[in-house]
């Protein structure tokens, strides 16, 4: 009898995930509240599921102190923060057998929660985390965002007063220059700190999906020298208070290691998606569902503009917010200096009270300050004339490499 149990309920657990991907996304709220009522009736045959306390956000280490006016000394930023950091130790699988994957996160909240990149457990089982001194806990998913490079774990049996929270900043604050430091596992030598400044703000950082290989961009990135080799994803990048202003998560290399440049999502980032990652395990970003290039002198020229500025719809996405209001996908082809393009799109030159000179002030200005059903007003350059047209943002649909 309980193995037919067992078997009836992972059918339906199989059904309700797959309607993520197939049911319109009105209904995953609903969906994915039933999934959570089956956890319930999984505890009654003893059947090992995360617990209802897994998804509940605990105290977090708040921080009242004014920037640049605290700040401490490498070792004893060090001292502060160690314990709260850890290793990831999981399995991944290949075609060629498996393999202990690296990288690591740091603590939350008192409950539990430690943060990491999506790109560190996507594909990984048998998750652990590992304490300075050595005490390993399992830890399970609750929660991740691919287009942010983000993963929430929950590690249940960690003791309470091994869970002390890094402090949260204020990424926005953060001035090119500034001293940091990055605390972590690189190659999984843990307990390592390495130091730089920030060499550069707003950044866009491509990122794909290893599950689907969808291309997606992280907006408003950290630039950063302080070394940076892997394993270290995941971990805090932090200001001299001791505060985490990012989560580092990639560099530019053509080595694999190293070279001078590295990124980290912004904390203000962090504080905008990891609840909604604890509370509902995914975090619904805002969608206009267009797509095209950014405009050049040549394009300029050729459709009227006065200056090389805003960004040219080439392709409006079926069914998307853009779509619905009437935003034009370009209609003629041409040969340019550099690819073939279709022109008579609209060309997006503003947003609210926002000038567009490229794609990635859209992304930025989404990304920071917009949410899933509020509107923007578009400025949009249409036959030589500027016109405003109001859009609904909607949520991303999964696997849509548009902004």
């Known amino acids: 009898m309980r193995t037919i149990v067992i078997i009836l309920i992972s059918v339906i657990i199989i059904a309700i995930w797959t309607s993520f991907f197939l049911y319109s996304d009105r209904h995953i709220d609903t969906l994915y509240l039933l999934s959570r009522k089956l956890q319930s009736f999984l505890d009654l045959y003893g059947i090992e599921f995360i617990s209802n306390d897994a998804f509940r956000i ?129 190659f999984g030598l843990s307990g390592s700190i390495t130091s730089g400044i920030i060499s550069g703000i707003g950044r866009i950082l491509p990122t794909h999906d290893q599950d689907s290989g969808s291309i997606y961009s992280i907006a408003d990135v950290l630039q950063t020298d302080a070394p940076i080799n892997p394993g270290n994803s995941g971990g805090p990048l932090l200001n001299m208070e001791g505060e985490v202003i990012g989560i580092t998560s990639a560099i530019i290399s053509s080595t694999g290691e190293f070279s001078g440049i590295g990124f980290a999502v912004t904390s203000n980032l962090v504080n905008k998606v990891i609840p909604s990652l604890i509370t509902k395990g995914y975090f619904k970003h805002p969608w206009l569902g267009v797509s095209g290039i950014n405009i050049t002198p040549e394009i300029a020229s050729r459709v009227g503009l006065s200056k090389p500025r805003g ?9 998307s917010p853009a779509e619905k209001v009437g935003i034009r996908g370009g209609s003629k082809s041409i040969n340019s200096s550099d690819k073939n393009l279709r022109l008579r799109g609209d060309i997006i030159t503003g947003i609210d009270d926002k000038v567009v000179r490229k794609i990635d002030d859209i992304l930025l200005y989404l990304q920071k300050y917009k949410a899933v059903n509020d509107t923007v007003r578009l400025t949009v350059f249409r036959d030589k004339l500027s016109r405003q047209i109001n859009i609904t943002l909607e949520a991303v649909p999964n696997s849509q490499e548009s902004v």
Do not use: C, W
């Open 58 to 186: 605990g105290t977090q280490n708040g921080t009242t102190m004014t920037h640049g006016t605290n700040e401490m000394s490498l070792p004893q930023l060090f001292i502060n923060s160690q314990k709260s950091v850890v290793q990831i130790l999981g399995s991944h699988s290949s075609g060629i057998g498996s393999n202990t994957r690296l990288g690591s996160g740091f603590i939350y909240d008192n409950n539990a929660h430690i943060i990491t990149n999506y790109h560190v457990t996507a594909g990984t089982t048998n998750l652990n985390i590992v304490f300075l001194d050595g005490s390993m806990y399992g830890a399970k998913v609750i929660g991740s965002d691919t287009l942010t490079d983000l993963t929430v774990l929950y590690a249940e049996n960690v003791p309470k007063d091994k869970l002390i929270p890094l402090p949260l900043g204020n990424s926005t604050k953060s001035r090119v220059g500034e001293e940091v430091a990055a605390i972590g596992n690189p």
């Open 311 to 319: 960004f040219l719809v080439v392709d409006v996405m079926s069914g």
